[in-house]
């Protein structure tokens, strides 16, 4: 018997030390995932600084709490509350339109904001409880002021399924010539007109081509976010190409008319 009971205190032993074991091992995994994502973290910053003295911009770590008031026409910058901007590249770059040129502002970067939510929990005696907790949300963005002084307000995004009903009961969106195009992207405008001079046949194939997501022109700015995703990045220098490959796309008549201020 006494054995026995000693092979039983060496095996309860035995697994007290094993147990505190795999404590120590998933402690240092965390620690060592904790310092990668703090690495993953200071790298994205160092290339978002080396973008920004790229391109003759400034690069602003610090928050900034005026970003939604100052950008208040975009809805993704009016969810939640306690919301503010930062790691912002900001500053003027250079646009060229055919034979015109001069000058934009760039803003992008991220924006956090909150939200409370409720949730309901059932006990072992089937009793709910509801409780409310807040929830943290962070994305990425770019944002180019086009130096126009009236510009219709335009959105392109992808079709959803929503969008199909509200079609069916006579809500349509701009139908173009390309089936392809309107089957898969949603474009609307206050202006059919500059809507069909922007989104030409040239465009519809650029577009069908980047596959673009939101692409939202309010207030003489666009817009590229999903209002969800942080970006990469490589993704900020991606989203600056892209919208300057997308401005050359439209028509030199257009440019023209916005540039001396006429309706279109």
Known sequence: MEKVAGLG??????????GFGLIVVLIVWII??????????AARLAAMRALADQHGLS?????????????WHFEIFQRGFARYAHNTIVGE???EFGDWSGTGRVKSGDF??????TYTTTDSKGRTTTRTRIVNH???????ELPFERMPDMVIRREHLFDRLASFFGKDDIDFESSEFSRK???????????YDVVNQRMIEFLLETQPGLVDLENRRICLSDGYSAWGADRFGASLD???????????FLVKDLQEGKQV
């Open 9 to 18: 205190i060496l095996g309860t032993v035995g697994l007290a030390v094993v």
């Open 32 to 41: 060592k995932e904790a310092e990668k994502a703090k690495a993953r973290a």
């Open 59 to 71: 690069f602003r770590a610090q928050l900034d709490d005026s970003h939604d008031e100052e950008f």
């Open 93 to 95: 770059i250079g646009l």
């Open 112 to 117: 956090k904001y909150k939200t409370r939510e």
């Open 138 to 144: 962070n994305f990425s963005y770019f944002i180019l």
């Open 185 to 195: 992207y949603f474009v609307k405008s206050a202006s059919r007109k500059f809507a």
């Open 242 to 252: 892209w919208t300057m490959k997308f401005l050359e796309h439209w028509p030199a």
